[in-house]
């Protein structure tokens, strides 16, 4: 996912049901929107319906060879194309569903993608009231179910409540998720100490249209996988993750990213 080092955005289609049932799943979000530092061609003019065919071109033509060549073709894996967002801007995003007893997988896995894809960090995240280091808010919108417009909207709504919600923000089914990230020293990113967080929530939704209004909480239970672009060892904090597998994982990595290289030249064009 792009820079995102405060929040970032998964909205989780209905199918997978409410932020509740979350439970018990691990998700990995990403975007096939590169980095901004990494060099590559900047498709940021191209508008929200070009950017989703090219996400759409992406499920289809670079997920498989990556499931593929980590040997998870077994898995019950799911992937959704949603909408998401990074620094008040909004793009389609992607958000894959691992099973529960998978998060070690689920960390190559966004290892590998963060790597073919370019993306400045990537997020794996779970529901977790135990161990969970980072406070996350519901937001729920009265007679609609969540869409890129609304959520945009209550996205800036909450940045000019306080700067700290400006990162980034979560969803999942009709909710919206605003995720309190915190670093390797545990400092939120937002700036905010949790209660202060949830309360700038709760002003940011008075008057929003349609209704919003909080309504309720769960900790969970993140880690935060980031690159090193630019710089000569672009991606090495992604394939540090990846010693571990054969070669033949490994290799192939390279070449998917070259084809994924040649569809953001063929969508700019």
Request: proline share 5%.
């Amino acid at each position: 996912m792009r820079a995102c080092r405060l929040a970032l955005i998964v909205v989780a289609a209905l199918v997978w049901g409410s932020a509740a049932s979350a439970q018990n799943f691990i998700y990995v979000a990403y975007q096939a929107i590169p980095g901004t530092r990494t060099g590559w061609p900047d498709i940021a003019r191209l508008d929200y319906n070009a950017r989703q065919r090219l996400s759409e071109d992406v499920q289809r033509r670079i997920l498989p060879d990556v499931v593929r060549a980590l040997g998870m073709q077994t898995m019950a894996l799911e992937t959704q194309i949603v909408p998401g967002g990074y620094m008040l801007k909004t793009d389609p995003s992607f958000v894959t569903r691992f099973p529960p007893a998978e998060e070690e997988a689920a960390l190559r896995f966004a290892a590998a993608l963060g790597y073919v894809l370019r993306q400045d960090s990537m997020l794996v995240f779970a529901v977790d009231a135990t161990a969970g280091q980072s406070r996350t808010v519901r937001v729920r919108f009265a007679g609609e179910c969540l869409t890129p417009q609304t959520a945009q909207l209550f996205f800036e709504q909450a940045a000019r409540t306080n700067k700290g919600l400006g990162g980034g923000y979560t969803a999942f089914g009709c909710e919206m998720l605003f995720i309190n990230l915190r670093d390797d020293k545990n400092a939120p990113y937002s700036g905010l100490n949790d209660t202060q967080f949830a309360a700038v929530l709760e002003r940011a939704a008075i008057g929003f249209a349609p209704p919003a209004s909080v309504i309720g909480e769960f900790r969970t239970r993140t880690v935060l996988i980031g690159s090193d672009w630019p710089g000569n060892n672009a991606g090495k904090l992604y394939i540090d993750r990846l010693t571990a597998l054969p070669v033949e994982a490994v290799a192939p990595l390279d070449l998917m990213s070259y084809r994924f290289g040649d569809m953001l030249r063929q969508a700019v064009r």
